[in-house]
């Protein structure tokens, strides 16, 4: 099997890890807050249940980027962080206390942390023109994901039995039957998952490798004459041996990426800054949307888990169709564009819902409204998601790509442990909600246009100062 073969099998277990990860949000979310109720929690609980995944996350995903950065494999990283996944979901299924389900979630979100690693993988075995296109399927898979859990919710819901001392019904099932689907995974990796070697062209004879320059980048992500930039460039055979013998001679000294590495001048470019301010603002708004739809659903419409689950499937084919076509639209237009065009798109979708959401005519919420603000939202994600993905990864170091992978779901990791906690509490109080999560996306949205690199690191250390 050649490289190439290899490289296509490992993308399509990249994407079912991606596409378990999704099919697991969609059969514990629509349950999650029953299953609260049950356990006699009391309602913080469900911001908290949800937060947790993505704080044992943001903890480990760092880790496990440098660990990638400095080993060059991801193969052990993603197999070792899969039992996590097996464990965590495996306390989901005991249930016995509202504690312990928060403690699985924990546990099960450290394997969530590898995924920092998985970029860091795809950046380095992808071309920067072809890159957008592969994000975008991957993060399609997790959406399939999204799309089919609802469908196995349609027969876990009708569990109702014993498996030893453990009760299997529609709360608990979630739990095990994820547990079973992580545990196949492992053998998928095992057969499937290569970590093959970085880029390679049409016949095998170029890599891609990045330099730090001292030069100004063509089209910069936003105006900036002082700061080095990292650009790409093609070598191709002849230099490849070349550089071979100069580059990389003493092994020792390639071996550590970390060499000569500076987070301050990493991180507080202002591209990379205006990048992770848009991630952060993006998922937090999400994440805060996510946990409001669940009780207002089942206020205004009396939504069930059947019903959460069918309005998930929904919204799971509007996300993949959203990425297959910013997958195409990335071939056509910067992703620069692309980026601005998801910023508009989830500002309308805010100020929709605060007309139309916060004050509903009558005593009841129209549907037509709901649906209305609730697409909006969702056709906004794909543009802001994979835009944002592949622009962090040009402008940052391809050698400690794990880190920097790392460190980008950190702070989406943090968007989305405040999200949810900012929701929580404000369910009854939607202008307030609503108002912020506007007020943020206008402010990332002008700061894409502005020019002042003081101004957007000013404007990313406000955004954390009013989320902490």
Same mark, same amino acid.
């Given at each position: 099997?050649?490289?190439?073969?290899?490289?296509?099998?490992?993308?399509?277990?990249?994407?079912?890890?991606?596409?378990?990860?999704?099919?697991?949000?969609?059969?514990?979310?629509?349950?999650?807050?029953?299953?609260?109720?049950?356990?006699?929690?009391?309602?913080?609980?469900?911001?908290?249940?949800?937060?947790?995944?993505?704080?044992?996350?943001?903890?480990?995903?760092?880790?496990?980027?440098?660990?990638?950065?400095?080993?060059?494999?991801?193969?052990?990283?993603?197999?070792?962080?899969?039992?996590?996944?097996?464990?965590?979901?495996?306390?989901?299924?005991?249930?016995?206390?509202?504690?312990?389900?928060?403690?699985?979630?924990?546990?099960?979100?450290?394997?969530?942390?590898?995924?920092?690693?998985?970029?860091?993988?795809?950046?380095?075995?992808?071309?920067?023109?072809?890159?957008?296109?592969?994000?975008?399927?991957?993060?399609?898979?997790?959406?399939?994901?999204?799309?089919?859990?609802?469908?196995?919710?349609?027969?876990?819901?009708?569990?109702?039995?014993?498996?030893?001392?453990?009760?299997?019904?529609?709360?608990?099932?979630?739990?095990?039957?994820?547990?079973?689907?992580?545990?196949?995974?492992?053998?998928?990796?095992?057969?499937?998952?290569?970590?093959?070697?970085?880029?390679?062209?049409?016949?095998?004879?170029?890599?891609?490798?990045?330099?730090?320059?001292?030069?100004?980048?063509?089209?910069?992500?936003?105006?900036?004459?002082?700061?080095?930039?990292?650009?790409?460039?093609?070598?191709?055979?002849?230099?490849?041996?070349?550089?071979?013998?100069?580059?990389?001679?003493?092994?020792?000294?390639?071996?550590?990426?970390?060499?000569?590495?500076?987070?301050?001048?990493?991180?507080?470019?202002?591209?990379?800054?205006?990048?992770?301010?848009?991630?952060?603002?993006?998922?937090?708004?999400?994440?805060?949307?996510?946990?409001?739809?669940?009780?207002?659903?089942?206020?205004?419409?009396?939504? +069930?888990? #059947?019903? &959460?689950? $069918?309005?998930?499937? %929904?919204?799971?084919?509007?996300?993949? @169709?959203?990425?297959?076509? *910013?997958?195409?639209?990335?071939?056509?237009?910067?992703?620069?564009?692309?980026?601005?065009?998801?910023?508009?798109?989830?500002?309308?979708?805010?100020?929709?819902?605060?007309?139309?959401?916060?004050?509903?005519?009558?005593?009841?919420?129209?549907?037509?409204?709901?649906?209305?603000?609730?697409?909006?939202?969702?056709?906004?994600?794909?543009?802001?998601?994979?835009?944002?993905?592949?622009?962090?990864?040009?402008?940052?170091?391809?050698?400690?790509?794990?880190?920097?992978?790392?460190?980008?779901?950190?702070?989406?990791?943090?968007?989305?442990?405040?999200?949810?906690?900012?929701? +929580?509490? #404000?369910? &009854?109080? $939607?202008?307030?909600? %609503?108002?912020?999560?506007?007020?943020? @996306?206008?402010?990332?949205? *002008?700061?894409?246009?502005?020019?002042?690199?003081?101004?957007?690191?000013?404007?990313?250390?406000?955004?954390?100062?009013?989320?902490?």
């Amino acid at each position: 099997m050649d490289n190439h073969q290899k490289r296509n099998l490992t993308f399509l277990t990249i994407g079912l890890i991606f596409m378990l990860s999704g099919i697991e949000y969609a059969v514990i979310l629509p349950t999650i807050w029953r299953y609260l109720q049950i356990l006699e929690a009391p309602p913080y609980f469900l911001g908290l249940g949800l937060s947790a995944f993505s704080l044992s996350a943001l903890v480990t995903g760092p880790l496990f980027g440098i660990w990638s950065d400095r080993s060059k494999t991801t193969k052990s990283i993603v197999l070792f962080s899969n039992v996590f996944e097996i464990v965590g979901n495996f306390m989901y299924f005991i249930g016995y206390s509202k504690w312990l389900l928060l403690c699985s979630r924990i546990v099960a979100g450290v394997g969530a942390g590898a995924g920092s690693s998985i970029f860091g993988f795809l950046t380095r075995s992808t071309q920067p023109e072809e890159r957008a296109g592969i994000f975008a399927a991957i993060m399609a898979g997790r959406q399939a994901g999204l799309l089919v859990g609802p469908a196995f919710n349609l027969f876990l819901r009708l569990c109702d039995f014993k498996l030893g001392p453990f009760v299997v019904n529609k709360y608990t099932s979630p739990g095990i039957f994820m547990c079973l689907l992580w545990m196949l995974l492992q053998f998928v990796v095992l057969a499937m998952y290569w970590d093959v070697p970085p880029v390679s062209c049409e016949g095998g004879a170029t890599m891609m490798e990045m330099k730090q320059e001292e030069v100004e980048e063509e089209v910069p992500l936003m105006g900036s004459d002082e700061e080095p930039v990292h650009t790409y460039r093609a070598l191709n055979s002849d230099q490849l041996e070349t550089s071979t013998s100069s580059d990389m001679q003493p092994v020792h000294r390639a071996s550590d990426p970390f060499r000569n590495f500076s987070a301050s001048r990493e991180f507080l470019r202002e591209e990379v800054v205006v990048v992770l301010t848009a991630q952060f603002i993006t998922l937090f708004n999400q994440t805060a949307l996510e946990t409001m739809v669940t009780p207002l659903t089942q206020r205004h419409f009396n939504f +069930g888990e #059947l019903g &959460n689950s $069918l309005m998930y499937s %929904l919204c799971g084919v509007e996300v993949i @169709l959203g990425f297959f076509f *910013v997958r195409w639209l990335s071939r056509k237009v910067a992703d620069r564009a692309v980026l601005a065009a998801g910023l508009v798109i989830c500002c309308t979708a805010c100020i929709w819902c605060l007309i139309f959401l916060c004050n509903p005519r009558g005593a009841n919420l129209p549907l037509s409204a709901f649906i209305i603000g609730v697409f909006l939202q969702l056709l906004g994600l794909p543009f802001v998601a994979v835009s944002q993905v592949s622009l962090f990864s040009k402008v940052t170091a391809e050698k400690t790509q794990g880190f920097s992978q790392g460190v980008r779901r950190s702070v989406g990791g943090l968007a989305t442990i405040l999200g949810p906690l900012w929701a +929580g509490g #404000l369910t &009854n109080n $939607l202008y307030i909600m %609503l108002g912020m999560m506007l007020a943020l @996306l206008l402010m990332i949205t *002008v700061s894409r246009t502005r020019r002042s690199k003081l101004e957007s690191f000013v404007l990313f250390k406000f955004l954390f100062f009013i989320e902490c």
